[in-house]
């Protein structure tokens, strides 16, 4: 019986993990260009929007621990592909501090918001939170102030 519900509880966990906006991405991650309310901007593959952090350097994250876990980085195992509307030769990716490979496009680390519940929501443009500002990407690259 301890068996049969630690089985369920595990089970129960994984489905809430995979679920989660910041969950790993599929095989073939792709970053697309949608419409939103604050023009075209960029979204992984899934329909999550992805946010750029002001304090990063080109090609640098700043942002970790109690940062990270409120903007999740878009991290990604395998290559990303450029998907519609997204400008191939501005996409790649940087290495953190613990490894991972995280999704960069223009140079800037690309990062999810924790609040951003479901595809299309964009909660949290233009905050200032962690001695910088998150804003969300356009396809030219340029952050939407």
Known sequence: ????????????ATLVVT?????AEQAAPTLTVHSSGFGQVLFDGRGFVLYAFTKDSRGLSACSGTCAKAWPPYVVKGAVRAGAGVKAP???TVRRSNGSRQVTY???????Y???KKP???RCQNVSEFGGLWLVVRASGKLVR
């Open 1 to 12: 019986m301890r068996l049969l519900v630690f089985l369920a509880a595990a089970t129960a």
């Open 19 to 23: 679920a989660s906006p910041m969950a």
């Open 90 to 92: 501005l996409l790649g």
């Open 106 to 112: 223009a140079g800037r680390p690309l990062y999810f």
């Open 114 to 116: 924790i609040g951003d």
């Open 120 to 122: 299309g929501q964009i």
